[in-house]
């Protein structure tokens, strides 16, 4: 019996080998039918071959009588890839063909597909498939040694509300995932649209109230940019396991910051008095000295008061100018490749004060106009980043889910 499971149901799951409920259903397309191409991706299974390849791929121009037919309702994998995902279920309403390299097969009518599907994305078929595969360089797992392992499935009436239940959760999943694609899209184009391009002097999209021109400046002019702490100032023996945590450069990689202590390495109250020049403020920026070198992160209150590493080094604005609207600046692509053009190593590349101080920035004067834009993308990096976390937070529900309603 699974560790979690629908009220009402107690009977015992049974042992079911795939050879008794399965069987193959690939039917070779003899009289060459002009049926649309499909290849299995392991994100979103069937996809038409036009979507996944500019030019339709090899298939387009391919002799169609060498492939398989694959009717709905049935499962293709590509014996080569399936240990990372690549199965698909077809459920296009129509025939369509695939390459004769892919395994296909139906279920038997005691069988809920859905649920299979589900169990095909779970821990369980990849301790099957690494049992089973075969091949030296390169592993496979074809049809044969499918039908030689096994499944556990209760009746048919649990099988479809399990299988109901992991739709719903993927729908979910769907929806927050494309919320998410498009705020990133928009903060993008925004990016491009409020903010001057190609050495113009005004953004194409901007506030009501205000025309002046922006100023050109460096960012030298309009902060104060310092190194964290270098040799023996601070090392890993000075760590303990509950203190100040200090911020290095894995912990902005994506560019947001964590917000509790946990993980970090962390210094005495002694050490933190020692270091007090590297206190980071809300509203001061940290770029990584080597590495991703064009991505910046906001210091928020939940930092404030912890300090930095050699491998950082902290931005505070100065002159009363916008810390949001100057780390979104930052963000532009314009700045970024100019940062990136810079910096020097070609294996790691690294950065220094002098570089980051001589990065040009176009800004507006008025503090006003600054912080109008500061907050526009501020709410737009809130709304990214709720979306982000429903859907981690929904992807690890159905992870766990996977790993707790399967025997």
């Known amino acids: 019996k699974p560790a979690l499971r629908f009220k009402g149901f107690t009977d015992p ?21 002009p049926l649309e191409s499909y290849s299995i991706t392991n994100e979103h299974g069937f996809i038409p071959q036009d979507e996944k390849f500019e030019n339709g791929g090899t298939m387009r121009e391919a002799d169609k009588g060498m492939y398989y037919i694959v009717s709905p309702n049935s499962f293709a994998y590509n014996p080569a890839r399936i240990n990372v995902g690549s199965i ?43 049992q089973l595969q075969e091949g030296g360089v390169r592993l496979y797992f074809y049809y044969d040694k499918l039908c030689m392992g096994t499944v556990s499935l209760p009746s048919l009436e649990e099988q479809r509300k399990i299988g109901q239940f992991f739709d ?6 769907t929806l927050h995932q494309r919320k998410y694609e498009k705020l990133v899209n928009i903060k993008k184009s925004m990016l491009d649209k409020m903010f001057p391009q190609n050495g113009a002097s005004v953004p194409e999209i901007r506030f009501k109230g205000f025309t002046d021109p922006w100023e050109q400046r460096k960012l030298g002019d309009i902060s104060e940019i310092k190194t964290g702490p270098f040799g ?28 509790d202590k946990c993980g970090l390495p962390q210094v005495s109250e002694n050490d933190f008095s020692r270091l007090s020049a590297y206190i980071l403020n809300a509203g001061d920026i940290v770029f990584s000295r080597v590495g991703s070198v064009d991505i910046n992160a906001l210091i928020t209150p939940f930092q404030s008061t912890w300090l930095f590493s050699g491998r950082v080094l902290r931005v505070r604005p100065q002159n ?14 314009d700045v970024k490749n100019d ?12 950065i220094n004060t002098e570089i980051l101080k001589t990065t040009p920035l176009r800004l507006p004067e008025s503090t006003l106009e600054q912080e109008q834009l500061g907050k526009y993308f501020l709410n737009l990096d809130t709304l990214i980043t709720l979306h982000q976390r429903k859907l981690e937070k929904l992807q690890n529900i159905k992870k766990s889910c996977l790993e707790k309603m399967f025997v």
Do not use: C
Not at 248 to 258: I, N, Q, V, Y
Not at 320 to 333: G, I, W
């Open 339 to 350: 940062i990136r053009t810079r910096a020097v190593g070609q294996t790691m590349p690294s």
């Open 13 to 33: 799951w049974e042992q079911r080998k795939f050879s008794d409920i399965t069987f193959p259903a690939g039917e070779k397309n003899r009289d060459n039918l």
């Open 232 to 259: 023996s100032t601070l090392h890993a023996d000075d760590y303990v396991s509950d203190g100040i945590p200090i911020i290095t450069t894995e912990h902005f990689k994506t560019g947001s910051l964590p917000i």
């Open 88 to 130: 698909g279920y077809q459920n296009t309403g129509k025939d369509v063909i695939v390459s004769s390299l892919y395994e296909v097969f139906k279920t038997s009518d005691d069988v809920d597909d859905r649920l299979l599907w589900h169990w095909f994305k779970s821990p369980d078929f990849q301790k099957l498939i690494f």
């Open 168 to 173: 719903s959760l993927d729908t979910l999943i």
């Open 320 to 333: 009363k100018n916008s810390s949001q609207f100057l780390h979104t600046l930052l963000e532009t692509e």
